[in-house]
Nanobody, 114 residues
């Protein structure tokens, strides 16, 4: 089983920045490099939604609601996925999950105060 561990969440004020990381284990670096990686989020009472994805070559895709504010990136040698978040809004408050194929991280809380 691939294990994904998120870190970097916390409580911030609106307008501030935060960077999440997701470290993979149980997978080789070369296999990690061949996988599409994704960030999802789930707010209380809401469905889980796709935030951003990054393909093996580095091409990225973003949900409309984070374009221009969030940046997804990866370091294949470190087997780590990142989500850099800026200009955070209260509506960004959610549990954020990283995903590799069918494997999910445990989720990490991001709370943005008004």
């Amino acid at each position: 089983q691939v294990q994904l561990v998120e870190s970097g969440g916390g409580l911030v004020q609106a307008g501030e920045s935060l960077t999440l990381s997701c470290v993979a284990s149980g997978i080789t670096a070369i296999n990690f490099s061949r996988r599409v990686l994704e960030w999802y989020r789930q707010a209380p009472g809401k469905q889980r939604e796709l935030v951003a994805s990054i393909i093996t070559g580095g091409t990225t895709n973003y949900a409309e609601f984070v374009k221009g504010r969030f940046t997804i990136s990866r370091d294949n040698f470190k087997k780590t996925l990142y989500l850099q978040m800026s200009s955070l809004k209260p509506e960004d408050t959610a549990v954020y999950y990283c995903k590799l194929l069918s494997d999910w991280g445990q989720g990490i809380q991001v709370t943005v105060s008004s």
